[in-house]
């Protein structure tokens, strides 16, 4: 079946640096999305990219959904303690939504102030 | 609130016994989907309904589990026989035709 792996497992950064996080699949995803899970939450929902090669911005965050279609990366500017979670990419294996997404693994991100 | 509501939000139930879990989507949204995370992991697909129909219920693990939507709105994902192997968070997700996923708060299943 259609695995993503997410790269890194976890990070421990700086308040203030900047981290990134990628995610690679075996297979060509139409469509990424980036999650943020907190403790006790569902996932809620950062970047979604459509488009082969598109870079998004939302706020520090920037993602970009690679040409080959079987990559994303994920960029978080000037971090800040709120910024604490997990991150999943999910894709989707046809074009938009109306499909079923599979998930990485999640990275789980520890700022320290 | 807008948002995708899920109850209960925990459930504590023995080996063995039956369990209901429900979903309120976001109003509007056609699309309704049921995920399984465990602890440490992603979230993993179990079934998708678009309106009143399962689309795709491959992600079911066995007969023990079932889901419903019978007027295309509210879900009910059912588990019947339940195993200590089935204690994981539930998570529901609604969205538009062609549209990102929003998920709710889940259920937290903890089968003793």
């Known amino acids: 079946g259609q695995q993503l792996n997410q790269s890194p497992q976890s990070m421990f950064i700086q308040e203030g640096e900047d981290v990134s996080m990628n995610c690679t699949s075996s297979s060509i995803f139409n469509t990424w999305l980036w999650y943020k899970q907190d403790p006790g939450e569902g996932p809620v929902l950062l970047i979604a990219?459509?488009?082969?090669?598109e870079l998004t911005s939302n706020g520090r965050l920037t993602a970009q959904f690679g040409i080959t279609r079987k990559d994303s990366f994920l960029n978080i500017s000037a971090s800040i303690p709120s910024d604490v979670g997990i991150y999943f990419c999910a894709g989707q294996p046809t074009q938009g939504g109306s499909e079923k997404l599979v998930f990485g693994k999640g990275m789980k991100l520890t700022v320290n102030p | 609130g807008a948002g995708v509501s899920q109850t209960p939000s925990n459930k504590v139930t023995e080996k063995g016994k039956y369990v209901e879990l429900r979903c309120d989507p976001i109003s509007g949204h056609t699309a309704l989907y049921w995920y399984r995370q465990s602890l440490g992991q992603g979230p993993e697909f179990l079934i998708y309904f678009q309106g009143t129909g399962a689309a795709d219920d491959s992600g079911l693990p066995n007969d023990r589990f079932f889901a419903v939507r019978p007027e295309g709105s509210v879900s009910t994902l059912k588990i019947q026989r339940t195993e200590r192997g089935d204690s994981a968070v539930y998570l529901c997700?609604?969205?538009?035709?062609?549209?990102?996923?929003?998920f709710g708060p889940g259920t937290r299943l903890l089968v003793l």
């Open positions: 990219l459509y488009k082969a090669g």
């Open positions: 997700a609604s969205s538009f035709i062609q549209g990102p996923l929003y």
